[in-house]
């Protein structure tokens, strides 16, 4: 009896886990417009489960500061979460531009000589210096990212006199060189807030980010821009659109 008890919790918390990733794409979807969403009942019935199922699946979502639950209200969405596309490269005003305005709060920019692993991916010799900026990046007021910018010195030494609070970086990139970006290496994998980061961003320590490192080439295939950024979890989604090539296209590593 004990086994059929566990087996019973165990598919329940599997259900309830499944249940609370459709939820969790409905809500990033906008699908319930006044923020209210259905009764457990209603949900029950949906997705033809228990409720227990059900409301276990909202508490999941509840954690994840999704959805508030109320007594007498039921379930509502608690906080947006603004979609960051993967498929193309653009800056995060370019990116958000349709939900706001993007600013950047300047913490650090500086002259230095880069740590060797910098100046390998720079394709830079030892000693060259690099421009260094570190900014807070908010959406409509809202800290989104931290961002840890290493940038070669001809291309960022004139960043220092351009408005680096209302631009994204790769725009200014752009006029300064006087060619398109190109093409981007990309990272992304999840890490927790450090305490720097934590305060930056006005997280709880420890807090759930989506790390992205990434490495900018001009459109001639010079690296030009390494950033380590760092946005929170619960504020942003990575979207993209994946194709599979053929078996004799494909670059394996």
Known sequence: MQRMALDDRRSRADRARQIADLLRRQILQGSFPQGQLPLEATLAREFDTSRNAVREALDLLREEGLVER?????????????????????????????????????????????????????GLAPGEQVVYLERVRSLNGLPLSLDLTYLVRDAGEPLFDADLANNDIFALLEGITGQPLGVAELTLEAVNADTHTAAALGAPRGAALLMVERLTHLADGRPVDLEFIRFRGDRLTMRGHLRRTPEEERAWP
Do not use: D, F, I, W
């Not at 531009?97 to 300047?106: A, D, I, S």
């Not at 230095?112 to 692993?117: I, L, T």
């Open 70 to 122: 109320c007594p007498g209200v039921g379930t509502t969405v608690a906080a947006e979460k603004y979609p960051h596309g993967l498929h193309r490269l653009l800056g995060l005003a370019e990116t958000l531009h349709e939900h706001g305005r993007v600013t950047n709060q300047v913490r650090t920019m500086t002259m230095m000589e880069p740590p060797a692993p910098v100046s390998r991916r720079l």
